[in-house]
């Protein structure tokens, strides 16, 4: 069968190989792949500078966003043949550490997990792939294609789960959201955001286009410049972007007694000035929280598929601006400036 690989470490190494079919050993559900989204992520691990082969492996099968439909499955399962899944990302370590024990990998203390298509373990890039039932999500049937947006959504279900418990501190009634950074994790935080009634604000640098006008499809407000010009002192930031200056704005402008949230990966390497001072100070005396936010555990991925199946279509069909053939694959992999979620469509 077909499957996207690469050389983790080696940019430019991609190619579509022929490969073997998945191994029983990987589960006894075999899936057929229907489409796989494409993320900063793999564009890392596309340039050399992240991801890791299967053990005595040369080459790793890309991808993580995967999306699929169920060609056989063991009778009295939670999945059927048939059915659309999303597979999850993150296998607990073998040891397994305290998070691992009970299942919150996504807390994973010693750094022996691995993932799909990013560590150690191929990723669902390839015309089929195999699983076991604890790693399957059910999708919602009407969601069709729309449903490769689960594993993205289940990361900012996540980053909402550790905002509510952290602000739970406290008498926690929050009103007002900015997110910055309208790229897909910015938009799908921005719809948990509007779908739980809140005044929604995504921040981001383009001043027209495809972003923008999604944002006002979803029901919230559009800035672009710094957050000091949007005015706004919000109870909640989901930093979206990796960029340290909007990183640090986000620390000193959210209102007192809020929650920053951390969902970007910078790349490093780009020192700014900072007055820890003035940053310590506004913080210690409005009880200002800041977490990082990564991956997710198999309650984030059933809460993302709660979230997808209650949102609006044709809003949720915007977010997916380009999809490509797999054998047009490398044209996934080129950004253009319109680009929300690029998917690659192998089936
Ligand atoms: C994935 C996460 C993963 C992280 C770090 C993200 O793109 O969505 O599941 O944990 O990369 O590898």
Request: aromatic share 4%; net charge negative.
């Amino acid at each position: 069968m077909k499957a996207l690989t690469v050389v983790p470490g080696t940019s430019g190494s991609a190619e579509l190989s022929e490969v073997p079919e998945p191994p029983v050993s990987d589960g006894p559900i075999l899936v057929e792949t229907l489409s796989v989204g494409i993320c900063g992520t793999d564009l890392e691990i596309l340039a050399g500078e992240y991801g890791w082969a299967p053990p005595g492996r040369e080459r790793l099968v890309l991808g993580h966003e995967s999306l699929g439909r169920v060609l056989e499955a063991p009778d009295g399962g939670p999945v059927a043949a048939g059915d659309l899944v999303v597979g999850i990302v993150r296998r607990p370590d073998p040891v397994p550490c305290a998070n691992c024990a009970v299942l919150e990998w996504d807390f994973c203390r010693n750094g022996r997990y691995t993932e799909r298509g990013i560590k150690e373990r191929d990723g669902y890039l390839s015309e089929r792939y195999r699983i076991t039932p604890d790693f399957v999500v059910k999708v919602d049937p009407s969601l069709g294609r729309l449903g490769v947006l689960l594993e993205p959504t289940s990361v900012v279900a996540k980053a909402w789960e550790d905002v509510d418990r952290i602000g739970g501190r406290a008498h926690w009634a929050p009103r007002s959201v900015l997110v910055t950074g309208a790229g897909p994790i910015g938009v799908l935080a921005a719809l948990i955001g509007v779908e739980r009634g809140l005044d929604v604000h995504v921040l981001d640098r383009v001043e027209a286009g495809v972003k923008p006008d999604l944002v006002r499809a979803l029901g919230a407000t559009y800035h672009h410049g710094t957050v000091a010009e949007t005015g706004l002192t919000p109870d909640v930031v989901i930093e979206c972007t990796g960029v340290a200056s909007v990183v640090l704005d986000a620390m000193t402008h959210v209102g007192p007694g809020g929650v920053v949230c951390l969902t970007g990966v910078s790349s490093g390497g780009h020192p700014i000035e900072v007055d820890e001072g003035a940053l310590n100070r506004s913080m210690v005396l409005e009880n200002v929280a800041v977490v990082g936010s990564v991956n997710a555990n198999r309650r984030h991925y059933e809460q993302a598929a709660a979230t997808l199946a209650a949102a609006d279509r044709d809003v949720l069909a915007r977010v997916v601006t380009r999809r490509v053939p797999l054998e047009q694959w490398a044209s996934a992999l080129e950004r253009h400036d319109d680009d929300v979620k690029v998917a690659i469509d192998v089936a």
